[in-house]
Nanobody, 119 residues
Framework: QVRLVESGGGLVQAGGSLRLSCTAS????????MGWYRQAPGKQRELVAG???????KYGDSVLGRFTISRDNAKNTVYLQMNSLKPEDTAVYYC?????????????WGQGTQVTVSS
């Protein structure tokens, strides 16, 4: 079982940047496909970005070109660099293990990290 802890959220103005981190415990982490997901109030949770153990990436249409997912297997950490943030990016952001190629989340959800973008 992989345990995941998200961090790095906060309040930022539109156009600003944040970097989220997701640190995992568990020896199988480096082989796991990982995803960042978000859930805004009143909306369903959606995939933001995913990355395979080999570094193949996938992005949601709304963040393509603005967000970058990466991983450092030596640190058991997945990152989400978010640039050119918009108010509609406001949500709780979660990371999770994921199934490939669907990126359907496959593990337990952590507490998430709140991202709030002001206009």
């Amino acid at each position: 079982q992989v345990r995941l802890v998200e961090s790095g959220g906060g309040l930022v103005q539109a156009g600003g940047s944040l970097r989220l981190s997701c640190t995992a415990s568990g020896s199988a982490y480096s082989f796991s496909t990982m995803g960042w997901y978000r859930q805004a109030p009143g909306k369903q949770r959606e995939l933001v970005a995913g990355i395979t153990g080999g570094g193949r990436t996938k992005y949601g249409d709304s963040v393509l070109g603005r967000f970058t997912i990466s991983r450092d297997n030596a640190k058991n950490t997945v990152y989400l660099q978010m640039n050119s943030l918009k108010p509609e990016d406001t949500a709780v952001y979660y990371c999770n293990t994921a199934l490939f190629p669907s990126y359907f989340p496959s593990g337990s959800w952590g507490q998430g990290t709140q991202v709030t973008v002001s206009s």
